[in-house]
């Protein structure tokens, strides 16, 4: 695949096309997470933490799978280029088993929430094969440390859109399909649509921009982690972006929930929550990429994180404020979630590259094998403590698609779980990042040592912490 060089920027066509894979990431990354818990609960009769668990262990399962298709994606060959087809085939089965997942032959009760569990981990692996290719692929579409950050702000706005619609629409879809089990299969099948338009826009929106093969990655699991382990920026940054996943996750898992128990609003309010939370994203998406372009995107990335983080706990205070104040606040916090998606995915390439320059190897599958991995279990880990939170404070489950009367301790578990735990989940792992230093001085300093022939001096000082010059 032949990268544009530094200092060119890409084809509208390849930004805008690459983009549209975030209409099946985003789709997949927000449904399950905003109504699969709701769904078992509150539809199928699972208790709580049973709930919990059954959306957690298939999510698990990627840990392990995610690397595997990194390697897979890094040693594919095909006339189409060595990412591409994934985009394609892994977007397909993605958008059919995500239709089945909601389409089970059983009723409720203990059967079909087993078959709800195996049906996502079948999902999941399917979501592995497209998002981990996609993932690596600006890593190699260009060498520009700025256009990574352009490339992700279009990835960023159409995953604002994903969001958005996906998020907004479903609960409307369930509702128009009849609530219940049969809103949720019609459901199913518009996610499904949403899925296939994404693949199928990010496939035939790169063409074109594989020349070549990706360097071949390193032959074993415990091998790729050893790679991993070397690039302390990158350890660095994917162990603060897994936690804030699992906080944006809670956030989505728990908007049912908080605005039905504590707003006392019905699904009419939860698509207002929804709206607020994501559509203030789009416009001050540009507004983050200037600020990032001028304070750089690590302190941009805090800066963001902390908005998220302040902005949720004052919901605490939802029950005492006027209906509309809680959406505004939930807009604040939005604006927080933009800042840290466009940061953390502009974050990802550089260390990328940073390893590439290092080491002499291009090994983006192995990196995004590895992050894809840790950001969806975050995203099943958000959804599984929230769980746990509403079975701890004794929320009652109904099979009646509707959700039961909840006790005063039920309504607190319930705004807890949706203000002070992703607070903490997203504003503590800042801390993380004290010692993350990858500039774009020290990344053009280890890109032109790889150029000068340095490359192996640098991966052996750095494998013994010598090569961290001073920022």
């Not at 087993?114 to 996502?120: D, K, L």
């Not at 207002?272 to 203030?280: D, K, R, T």
């Not at 004794?394 to 607190?412: C, M, N, P, W």
Request: with cysteine; aromatic share 10%; charged share 10%.
């Amino acid at each position: 695949m032949t990268a544009s060089p530094a200092g060119t920027g890409l084809p509208r066509r390849v930004r805008a096309g690459y983009a549209l894979g975030s209409l099946a990431t985003g789709a997949f990354g927000t449904v399950p997470g905003l109504v699969l818990l709701p769904y078992l609960t509150d539809t199928l009769g699972i208790a709580a933490g049973i709930a919990a668990l059954l959306v957690l262990l298939p999510k698990a399962w990627d840990v392990l799978v995610n690397p595997v298709v990194g390697r897979i994606s890094d040693r594919s060959r095909s006339p189409w280029g060595p990412r591409r087809p994934f985009l394609l085939f892994g977007g397909i089965a993605l958008a059919v088993l995500f239709a089945a997942m909601f389409a089970g032959p059983v009723g409720t009760g203990a059967d079909a929430g087993w078959y709800v569990a195996f049906a996502f981990l079948a999902t999941a692996t399917a979501f592995a094969f497209f998002q981990v290719p996609y993932v690596a692929m600006p890593a190699e579409l260009t060498d520009d440390y700025q256009e990574r950050t352009r490339l992700m702000t279009w990835r960023i706005a159409v995953l604002a859109v994903a969001i958005l619609v996906s998020g907004a629409v479903a609960p409307a879809v369930v509702q128009a399909g009849g609530s219940g089990i049969p809103g949720h299969r019609w459901m199913g099948l518009f996610v499904a649509v949403l899925i296939v338009a994404g693949a199928v826009g990010a496939f035939v929106g790169t063409r074109g921009t594989s020349a070549g093969t990706v360097g071949e990655s390193e032959p074993s699991l415990r091998a790729q982690l050893r790679v991993v382990s070397g690039n302390r920026p990158f350890r660095l940054l994917l162990a603060c972006f897994v936690i804030q996943s699992a906080g944006i996750a809670t956030v989505l898992a728990g908007v049912n929930y908080f605005v039905e128990q504590v707003l006392d609003a019905g699904e009419g309010g939860t698509t207002i929550a929804f709206v607020a939370f994501v559509g203030p994203a789009l416009l001050v998406m540009p507004l983050w990429s200037r600020i990032g372009a001028r304070i750089g995107k690590l302190r941009a990335f805090v800066r963001a994180s902390l908005i998220f983080a302040v902005g949720a706990l004052a919901l605490v205070a939802a029950p005492l404020l006027p209906s509309v104040l809680p959406y505004l606040v939930i807009v604040v916090i939005g604006c927080g979630y933009a800042g840290l998606q466009v940061f953390a995915l502009a974050m990802l390439p550089d260390c990328i590259a940073y390893d590439t320059a290092r080491t002499g190897r291009r090994q983006a599958g192995v990196f995004t094998g590895v992050w894809t991995a840790g950001e969806t279990f975050g995203l099943a880990f958000g959804p599984g403590i929230y769980g746990l939170v509403l079975q701890v404070f004794g929320y009652v489950s109904s099979d009646t698609g509707t959700a039961a009367a909840q006790s005063d301790t039920a309504r607190l578990g319930v705004l807890l779980g949706f203000t002070v735990l992703p607070a903490l989940l997203v504003g503590l792992p800042v801390l993380l990042l004290r010692r993350y230093d990858l500039t774009s001085a020290r990344l053009a300093e280890a890109e032109a040592a790889a150029e000068a022939g340095a490359g192996a001096g640098f991966e052996r000082s750095a494998a013994v912490g010598e090569s961290e010059p001073s920022r």
